[in-house]
């Protein structure tokens, strides 16, 4: 059975930094695209940044280009989602998801993703 398990959410001021990690188990972890998503008090879930199934590539909203890296450790069947200069908007529930096809660069879209975490909360205070 698939389980992905986020960590390392958590209160921080504006400006400061947070590492998040997703661990996944009962998968071939390498074969697949993964993503990270976030979704604010009264909004909609939003894409955030998403990383090839070899982590050859990465592509992220606009909102948080510069300021956030995804990435992968494949030996660890873990994805991390680094957010520096952070700012009270990216408050958030934020999850990792599995792409839904093996061997492909994944996407932005929710709907393309068959795994979701539980969720970690990121409170970023002004």
């Known amino acids: 059975q698939v389980q992905l398990v986020e960590s390392g959410g958590g209160l921080v001021q504006a400006g400061g930094s947070l590492r998040l990690s997703c661990a996944a188990s009962g998968l071939t972890f390498s074969i697949y695209a993964m993503g990270w998503f976030r979704q604010a008090p009264g909004k909609e879930r939003e894409f955030v940044t998403g990383?090839?199934?070899?982590?050859?590539?990465?592509y992220s909203a606009d909102i948080v280009k510069g300021r956030f890296t995804i990435s992968r450790d494949n030996a660890k069947n873990t994805v991390y989602l680094q957010m520096n200069n952070l700012k009270p908007e990216d408050t958030a529930v934020y999850y990792c998801?599995?792409?839904?096809?093996?061997?492909?660069?994944?996407?932005?879209?929710?709907?393309?993703?068959?795994?979701w975490g539980q969720g970690t909360q990121v409170t970023v205070s002004s």
């Open positions: 998801a599995k792409y839904s096809f093996p061997y492909r660069v994944g996407s932005t879209l929710q709907y393309e993703y068959d795994y």
């Open positions: 990383i090839t199934w070899s982590g050859g590539s990465t």
